[in-house]
């Protein structure tokens, strides 16, 4: 079974700035992927990033980039240029690759990191 | 075009009540994923539904759970008897199933509160 942590609970950045969050992840499977959801105050579950494990690049999303270390099983998530607007909870979320054996449609989140940017 | 939706968006009943809670996925997507979010916690898997049946239902916790897709749409999850322990959000997702295209797309939850 695969499990994700996500060891910040809440972190606070100031508008305009950078912040990392971090998460990491257990598994046995070779193939999969991983993605980083936003859940602001009205709980629409919004898709942030998606990183596929066998690509060794780092995927980014315009302010959104990730630091994927797959020897570490690491996932962290950078946000650039805070904006207040990026207050939200946000959840690392683990799939096995579609032609993977098992379940390779359940997604295993972290508890989430409550991030706050102050303007 | 258009996202998935739920309805209602709250419900509020009361112990030992049936409820049933629905959930329109994006049009041509024919997976679709109900998960569990209660409080402070992140959202946990219930079932899968890869067109009209349920291919995993391994995360209902017990048999008061149950969810339907008749038509390879819609979907309805329906929990009979209620207990305050089912107070939570229940979240709708859906995608494809191909390589490469099935990100899941959630829709907005219904929030459960049981008295």
């Known amino acids: 079974a695969q499990t994700v942590t996500q060891s910040q609970p809440e972190m606070s950045v100031q508008e305009a700035e950078t912040v990392t969050l971090s998460c990491t992840y257990d598994t046995s499977e070779s193939n999969y992927y991983l993605f980083w959801y936003k859940q602001p105050p009205s709980r629409q579950m919004i898709l942030v990033i998606r990183?596929?494990?066998?690509?060794?690049q780092n995927a980014t999303e315009n302010r959104f980039s990730v630091n994927f270390q797959k020897a570490a099983k690491s996932f962290s998530l950078k946000i650039s240029d805070s904006q207040l607007g990026d207050t939200a909870m946000y959840f690392c979320a683990f799939m096995a690759d579609l032609n993977s054996g098992g379940s390779n449609y359940k997604l295993t989140f972290g508890k989430g990191t409550l991030l706050t940017v102050n303007p | 075009g258009a996202g998935v939706s739920q309805t209602p968006s709250n419900k509020v009943t009361e112990k030992g009540k049936y409820v049933e809670l629905r959930c329109d996925p994006i049009s041509g997507h024919t997976a679709l994923y109900w998960y569990r979010q209660s409080l402070g916690q992140g959202p946990e898997f219930l079932i899968y539904?890869?067109?009209?049946?349920?291919?995993?239902d391994s995360g209902l916790p017990n048999d008061r759970f149950f969810a339907v897709r008749p038509e390879g749409s819609v979907s309805t999850l329906k929990i009979q008897r209620t207990e305050r322990g089912d107070s939570a959000v229940y979240l709708c997702?859906?995608?494809?199933?191909?390589?490469?295209?099935?990100?899941?797309?959630f829709g907005p939850g219904t929030r459960l509160t049981v008295l």
């Open positions: 990183q596929e494990a066998y690509k060794q």
């Open positions: 539904f890869q067109g009209t049946g349920a291919a995993d």
């Open positions: 997702a859906s995608s494809f199933r191909l390589a490469g295209k099935d990100t899941q797309y």
